[in-house]
């Protein structure tokens, strides 16, 4: 599934992550959590404005991948880790990104929780998510 999602998704992604990372302050040294990041369209973007980002994934397959593609950035790191419980500290990182997937949790507010719980006061969370157009709930 690695390849056919960076091949027919990450374009999609990337896009949407380009926009959410123009919508924040984020800057070089930056410290950035990506949740969800699948193969990286936001940890790579964020990474080449000199940002040190964390990727985290529960696929251990867009892990990998991702490790590959974030070679060139040697303070960056992908992890395999469940965004409902992030096992970083409080306030560690400076923003906090999910693009399509923490809405997607079983515990979505959970995962909504922990990215507060690891962005310092101040810092950025953006979540991208797919909306219905008649404004369903999640629920």
């Not at 123009?22 to 930056?30: C, I, L, Q, W």
């Not at 969800?36 to 867009?62: E, K, N, P, Y």
């Not at 693009?99 to 507060?116: K, M, N, Q, R, V």
């Amino acid at each position: 599934m690695v390849a056919t999602y960076e091949t027919w998704a990450e374009p999609l992604s990337a896009r949407l992550a380009k926009a959410a990372l123009k919508g924040t302050s984020v800057k070089a040294s930056d410290c950035v959590l990506d949740i969800g990041a699948g193969t990286g369209a936001l940890s790579h973007q964020a990474a080449a404005l000199g940002a040190r980002v964390t990727a985290i994934d529960l696929s251990s397959a867009m892990v990998a991948r991702l490790t590959q593609r974030l070679a060139p950035y040697p303070e960056c790191k992908a992890l395999v880790m469940d965004g409902q419980a992030l096992t970083f500290e409080d306030s560690t990182f400076d923003a906090a990104f999910s693009i399509l997937s923490t809405t997607l949790f079983p515990d979505w507010e959970a995962g909504l929780d922990e990215a507060a719980r690891v962005v310092r006061p101040g810092g950025w969370i953006a979540i991208v998510h797919w909306a219905n157009p008649q404004g369903a709930d999640i629920y």
